[in-house]
T-cell receptor, first 110, second 113 residues
Framework: SQQGEEDPQALSIQEGENATMNCSYKTSINNLQWYRQNSGRGLVHLILIRSNEREKHSGRLRVTLDTSKKSSSLLITASRAADTASYFC??????????FGAGTRLTVKP | GAGVSQSPRYKVAKRGQDVALRCDPISGHVSLFWYQQALGQGPEFLTY????????KSGLPSDRFFAERPEGSVSTLKIQRTQQEDSAVYLCASSPVGNQPQHFGDGTRLSIL
C-alpha cells in the first residue's frame, strides 16, 4: 500500500509561475524523498530531506518537512515547460520500505 | 550506459502465457527493487533484494509472481499464467548500500490481451 499522499492530484500553471505540491504521510520516517517522472520514463530522484531537517534547497527546488504534521512540500520556482511531469514523494524508515504516493501531475504551459 | 537498463521495453502477451522481465542495475549497486505502476498511479512496491538475497517480497500480488537475482546483479521478474490485471508498467530500481536514493530504469510496459 502507498504511504505518502500528494496534493493536488493535478496542477496546471503558466511558465514563470511557482508550483507547490504537498505530501502527507502516516507513520514515522527516517527521510522523505521527492522524485519526478516524465511520461513513459522511469523516476528520477530530485531531493532527499532527513527527518531532522526542516528545509532543503536544490537549484529551483525547495523542500520543507514538518514531522509534527507529517507533511512535506515541494516548491518549484520560475517554472518552465520542461518541468511538466508527475512528481512523487516517497517516505519510509529504511531504504527497503520506501513507499510512493499517487503523485501530482504538473503541467506548465508555455 | 551507466544507468539501470530494463528489457524488453514493451511486452504483449496473451492471457495465460508466462513472461520474464529483465533488469540490469547500476554496477556495484547492492539494493534492487521491483515496482508495479498502474496508469495514473504511483509505483507500488513488489520486492527487494540485497545482493542475491530477497529480503522482502511482501508486495508480490500472488504466487504467480516470482523474482530472482542469482548472482547479485541482473534480476528477472517472472509472471506465470498472466492475467489482464497484470497489465502495468514494471519498474526496476537500484541503489548503493544504505539509505540512498533509488535509480530507476524506464520500465517494461506489459500488456495482457
Amino acid at each position: 500500500s502507498q504511504q505518502g499522499e500528494e496534493d493536488p492530484q493535478a496542477l496546471s500553471i503558466q511558465e514563470g509561475e511557482n508550483a507547490t505540491m504537498n505530501c502527507s504521510y502516516k507513520t514515522s520516517i527516517n527521510n522523505l524523498q521527492w522524485y519526478r517522472q516524465n511520461s513513459g520514463r522511469g523516476l528520477v530522484h530530485l531531493i532527499l530531506i532527513r527527518s531532522n531537517e526542516r528545509e532543503k534547497h536544490s537549484g529551483r527546488l525547495r523542500v520543507t518537512l514538518d514531522t509534527s504534521k507529517k507533511s512535506s512540500s515541494l516548491l518549484i520556482t520560475a517554472s518552465r515547460a520542461a518541468d511538466t511531469a508527475s512528481y512523487f514523494c516517497a517516505t519510509g524508515y529504511n531504504n527497503n520500505d520506501m513507499r510512493f504516493g499517487a503523485g501530482t501531475r504538473l503541467t506548465v504551459k508555455p | 550506459g551507466a544507468g539501470v537498463s530494463q528489457s524488453p521495453r514493451y511486452k504483449v502477451a496473451k492471457r495465460g502465457q508466462d513472461v520474464a522481465l529483465r533488469c540490469d542495475p547500476i554496477s556495484g549497486h547492492v539494493s534492487l527493487f521491483w515496482y508495479q505502476q498502474a496508469l495514473g498511479q504511483g509505483p507500488e512496491f513488489l520486492t527487494y533484494f540485497q545482493n542475491e538475497a530477497q529480503l522482502d517480497k511482501s508486495g508480490l500480488p500472488s504466487d504467480r509472481f516470482f523474482a530472482e537475482r542469482p548472482e547479485g546483479s541482473v534480476s528477472t521478474l517472472k509472471i506465470q499464467r498472466t492475467q489482464q490485471e497484470d497489465s502495468a508498467v514494471y519498474l526496476c530500481a537500484s541503489s548503493p548500500v544504505g539509505n540512498q536514493p533509488q535509480h530507476f530504469g524506464d520500465g517494461t510496459r506489459l500488456s495482457i490481451l
